[in-house]
């Protein structure tokens, strides 16, 4: 589909963000990325789903070149649809990350989509939970390290 991310580990070749955190997850369990407990793991796995096949899949750029001069509009009103529903959510299961006090896979997911609705110009001050939640993830070094504003193919108008 000529879509990032793909990455090639231990002789396979993985794309999509979920099935590449599970096969980590499941080879290099450590850290964890879903938590122990059954319900806390289900509710990382729905907001991971929610943000990766909820909000994110409507922004692909071959999606958004379809939309020509609405490409903005179209970007910024699925992504507020989408944080309207995920800021509910947030404030039932977030601590200091999505789910408590522990870095998840919901985490992962989160970050580049907060990048992406600053990308589009949506304005965050409705939805306070995913700006603490992101601005407490990016203080960490992995997150730091790994923002897509950092990363070696990212447009240098967006670089960090």
């Not at 964890?32 to 907001?47: E, G, N, S």
């Not at 995913?130 to 390290?145: D, G, P, R, Y």
Request: net charge neutral.
């Amino acid at each position: 589909m000529k879509q990032v991310p793909a990455l090639k580990i231990d002789g396979i070749i993985l794309s999509q963000s979920l099935a590449i955190i599970h096969y980590l997850e499941e080879t290099r369990p450590n850290p964890r990325l879903l938590p122990q407990d059954p319900k806390k793991r289900a509710q990382v796995r729905m907001i991971s789903d929610h943000i990766v096949s909820g909000i994110q899949p409507l922004q692909n750029l071959s999606i958004l070149e379809q939309m020509g001069e609405k490409k903005m509009e179209w970007a910024q009103h699925y992504i507020t649809s989408g944080f309207q529903a995920l800021e509910q959510i947030l404030q039932h299961t977030a601590g200091r990350y999505c789910v408590g006090d522990e870095v998840s896979m919901a985490d992962l997911c989160l970050v580049p989509q907060v990048f992406n609705a600053e990308r589009y110009k949506v304005d965050l001050a409705p939805y306070p939970t995913i700006t603490k939640i992101n601005k407490a993830l990016l203080e960490l070094e992995a997150f730091k390290v790994s923002h897509p504003s950092r990363q070696p193919d990212t447009p240098t108008e967006m670089r960090a």
